[in-house]
């Protein structure tokens, strides 16, 4: 089972050499940079890519497939619990390269087909992950060609397990569920690491947070989901940020995390959501005014005024 103990990222993948860590029975899970991708299935058995992570790491899932499940192995799909940039990054690439469809809820699909881009991230709720939101990719992607709907109990290469409707950071937001052994796959409907603080985002130390707050479009969706998954009273947790977590306080700390869940105290979907449908965003709440560029742009011309005035050329020499 997974050994945890508060280490650090950096710590964890010293320690475990293995492209892949065993989180649980038949699951397997790769770091890359702070997103995470998940493998479920056995050596020598249908398996199934859960997320692609950031662009321009295919190799790096691949070379970990390889490792795990053996030379020239593919997957029967590739699900994707949303199409955000740093969880669908690959997916194209993957999908391609092993001639395999990639899988999303339909309300998640106007995004992976270029029909619509998501609804802008909100980087005036405060913190770390907000802060950064501001220089984060937004396009859609396009994969109409690969991309098809999940269909109820509908999961390739994973027998027993079951995918759950969990909207709220997106439309179509979706989480995977064994009740077997009550393995939570829970993509970023709430995350393992605190991504508000940038301590919590530097060290990745194990908490249970919000995840990715800048992109949830509906905070009460979102409390909602979380309260689900809370109910499913998970032995084993994989997030998509954050080092999973196993241990017996697991389905308390769950319950305790679900009650106390609350959106920021101010931004722009915390009064109102995002209003999307079947063809992508229909309507959206006013943005608030967003500190940060202006405080950038009065610096900027706080400094050319004092160059042009002089202000800031350096005192003359003294002549000797």
């Known amino acids: 089972m997974l050994e945890t103990g508060g280490r650090n ?67 029967e799909a590739i699900v994707l619990t949303h199409g955000h940039f740093d969880h669908a990054g690959n997916a194209a690439e993957l999908s391609e390269k092993w001639e395999v469809p990639i899988y999303a809820h339909r309300m998640e699909l106007p995004y992976l087909t270029g029909r619509s881009s998501y609804p802008p991230p909100d980087p005036t709720i405060g913190g770390a992950i907000a802060f950064l939101s501001r220089f984060m990719p937004s396009k859609p992607y396009d994969f109409t060609a690969q991309v098809r709907e999940l269909q109820p109990n509908e999961l390739p290469g994973a027998p027993g397990w079951e995918w759950l409707p ?87 700390r769950m319950a305790r995390f679900a009650d106390r869940f609350r959106a920021p105290r101010r931004g722009r979907y915390v009064r109102a959501a995002a209003r999307t449908d079947e063809s992508g965003v229909v309507a959206l709440p006013r943005p608030p005014v967003d500190p940060v560029p202006f405080a950038t742009v009065a610096t900027l011309v706080a400094v050319g005024i004092a160059l042009g005035a002089g202000v800031l050329d350096p005192p003359p020499r003294r002549r000797r």
């Open 9 to 75: 990222r950096h710590d964890y993948k010293i320690k475990h050499m293995n492209p892949t860590t065993r989180i649980a029975p038949d699951v397997g899970w790769l770091p890359i940079s702070f997103v995470n991708v998940y493998f479920v299935g056995r050596a020598g058995g249908p398996w199934l890519l859960v997320d692609t992570g950031l662009a321009g790491r295919a190799s790096q899932i691949i070379a970990a497939a390889e490792a795990r499940f053996g030379a020239g192995t593919r997957p």
């Open 166 to 252: 969990t909207p709220g950071h997106s439309p179509g937001h979706i989480s995977l569920f064994r009740p077997s052994d009550r393995v939570l796959l829970a993509g970023d409907a709430f995350a393992t690491m605190n991504m508000d603080s940038w301590t919590g985002l530097i060290t990745g130390k194990q908490v249970l947070a919000r995840a990715g707050a800048p992109f949830n479009m509906d905070w009460d969706a979102t409390r909602s989901s979380v309260r689900q998954l809370a109910k499913l009273r998970p032995n084993v947790v994989g997030c998509g940020h954050g080092i999973p977590m196993s241990d017996p306080e697991l389905p308390s």
